[in-house]
């Protein structure tokens, strides 16, 4: 029964690595697609190092000629050794030229491949939906495209350079060496299986650790990530101390992770060259009883011997350079993992152009859920007219961001249709789509850019004036120009920091007019500000709807009396719909609790 349990263990233990071997040379495979589009360059990177490296190969053949020829030769002359150190010096001067050239062109084409990958991980980011980021945190996506590509870039860049050259002298150390001595060659050729056998086995060890060892640094960037942008609550709660404990135990395991690898390869590079080196021993006893019996002259064991470190050396240097590879796959086998996500959101492949709407929308039957257990919208269905001001009231949890995040299709319905002047928007083009829908969200996002800029950022084509004219009808020129040091050019700092949160809303604002959508959405966007900055806000905000169909979260119904209609939502369903005075008429109704509930709390505070 133990040997049973004991082959059965084996063989799952060989189906493993079978796996991660058939894995990694995958993710090599589509590694090397990256270098394709530079492969001429890479025909030269590899023809200098072809000639450099046998250049390289000469050394040896020297040697042998000035034991033979000029230390114990017969015809030993001084311009025998003038013409060989001559001859060498050449040579050595040409192997120069063509190393240069080698190195220069692995690095142009490994630093090519590199920014590639760096743009399509970052491509194929842009193109995720929402739901990717909802579930990934945002240090571990900042890891991979970090991180991971820098793991590569040695790999494909100084590695590549050193595997190529070491692999080419090998090659041609040991051709010679079977031209010297074949008997000599054989000696050295008993432990090359052994050796290869224990590259491989901890070659695989090395690649999980060095997957591990990426894992946790992704973790211990979100740490930074996390306590960096929520910098204002740490400092608030006085919770450096907290977060410093955090980073440290993130780092701790980070370390833990980098020691592990760091074991595996530090009894490999020994290992190896003990065997290596091991057989250099066996070489020089056995050609020193050749060099005694007279099959072999001194020049000629003295140039074996050279040999045999040629083919020592790159053996050794083949089992760091073979780890380092392992670690540089474990990266990749991240990135392509990333690579190979889906967008849940993707275009149907007949979709059409969205042309100039109306603004007409229309939910029919539509439900949501984020999972199987997770029902967030239930049977919805309202239309809005182009122009009309629809407020979306209801207790936290109600689903009313959900309900506007799916009219730009940042989620898609589970079953039901959202339409746009009678368009499917599943059968448009998201850019089409996205480009007529503008949001003003409760927290602003600015880029860490000029105030121009992000203005700007609405329409990329758009000119000085029209940028001015945003920002006057969203009532902030006035204090870009008179409370900001630098006006328009002022860094905003990351996310805005440098401003107040209603210069934030009002420059987010001007954005939105500047992008003249025909659909807005407005999600609470005066929520935290105080009366001075909310009532400036909201001047901008009635210009920007102006002519167009609004879709208003309420934060505070006051501002919300004049919306065309109201729809009231708990629990994912729309309890009640109407205007403000059709609503309060009914005493029973949710609209008119959420109501006297908040009168009486502003009553309270006043």
Not at 120 to 137: M, N
Not at 151 to 163: E, H, P, R, S
């Amino acid at each position: 029964m133990f040997r049973r349990s004991g082959r059965r263990q084996i063989a799952k233990l060989d189906e493993n690595a079978g796996k991660l071997n058939r894995e990694g040379l995958a993710a090599f495979g589509r590694l090397l697609q990256y270098i394709r589009p530079y492969q001429k360059w890479m025909g030269v990177a590899i023809f200098a190092l072809l000639v450099s490296t046998g250049l390289n190969l000469i050394l040896p053949l020297v040697i042998q000629n000035l034991v033979d020829v000029v230390f114990v030769g017969e015809n030993a002359s001084v311009s025998r050794l003038n013409w060989l150190a001559g001859g060498l010096f050449i040579v050595f001067a040409v192997q120069a030229v063509f190393s240069f050239v080698n190195r220069l062109t692995i690095a142009y084409v490994g630093e090519n491949a590199v920014a590639d990958i760096r743009v399509a991980v970052f491509s194929h980011l842009q193109r995720l939906s929402l739901t990717f980021y909802a579930d990934h945190r945002t240090g571990e996506v900042v890891s991979r495209i970090t991180n991971d590509v820098t793991q590569l870039q040695a790999a494909i860049t100084d590695n590549i350079v050193a595997l190529l050259r070491q692999v080419v002298l090998l090659i041609g150390a040991s051709i010679l060496l079977f031209y010297l001595n074949w008997q000599l060659t054989l000696v050295i050729l008993v432990g090359i299986p052994l050796m290869s056998l224990t590259i491989v086995a901890l070659g695989r060890r090395i690649r999980r650790a060095a997957k591990a060892v990426q894992d946790k640094l992704a973790e211990s960037a979100n740490v930074v990530e996390e306590a960096t942008s929520g910098i204002r609550i740490v400092k608030s709660f006085a919770r450096e101390p907290y977060e410093i404990g955090r980073f440290r135990a993130a780092t701790m395991a980070v370390y833990d992770a980098a020691m592990e690898r760091a074991k595996i390869s530090a009894i490999l590079a020994p290992i190896i060259g003990f065997m290596a080196f091991g057989s250099i021993v066996a070489t020089l006893w056995f050609g020193s009883l050749q060099v005694l019996n007279g099959n072999l002259t001194p020049g000629g064991l003295v140039a074996y011997l050279v040999y045999t470190m040629m083919v020592a050396t790159p053996v050794s240097s083949l089992a760091g350079l073979y780890s380092q590879f392992q670690s540089a796959i474990g990266a990749t086998e991240r990135l392509f993992e990333l690579l190979d996500t889906n967008p849940s959101i993707e275009e149907s492949p007949n979709a059409i152009t969205l042309p100039a709407v109306m603004g007409n929308v229309a939910f029919e039957q539509v439900n949501f859920r984020y999972n199987e257990n997770v029902h967030v919208m239930e049977e919805v269905s309202f239309s809005a007219e182009s122009g009309q001001v629809i407020a979306l009231v209801g207790p936290s949890g109600a689903g009313k961001t959900t309900l506007v995040n799916l009219i730009p299709r940042f989620y898609d319905v589970t079953s039901g249709v959202i339409t746009i002047d009678g368009n499917d928007i599943r059968n448009v083009t998201l850019n089409s789509l996205r480009q007529q829908i503008g949001i003003v969200p409760q927290e602003t996002t600015l880029f860490s850019d000029t105030v121009y800029n992000n203005i700007l950022y609405g329409k990329l084509d758009a000119t000085a004036q029209e940028v001015e004219a945003a920002a006057q009808a969203a009532n902030a020129h006035d204090f870009i120009l008179s409370d900001l040091p630098d006006g328009y050019a002022t860094l905003v700092g990351e996310r805005g920091v440098k401003l107040s949160g209603g210069q934030r809303q009002r420059v987010a604002i001007a954005r939105a007019i500047l992008k003249d959508p025909r659909i807005l959405i407005l999600d609470e966007a005066t929520s935290s500000l105080d009366s001075e900055s909310e009532r400036l806000v909201q001047d901008a905000l009635e210009r920007l709807m102006q002519g167009r169909t609004s879709f208003v979260i309420a934060h505070r119904l006051s501002t919300i009396i004049n919306a065309d209609r109201i729809l009231v939502l708990d629990k994912g369903r729309i309890l009640e719909q109407g205007t403000h005075n059709e609503l309060l008429s009914n005493p029973d109704g949710l609209y008119t609790r959420l109501h006297a509930m908040q009168f009486n709390w502003e009553l309270g505070r006043a």
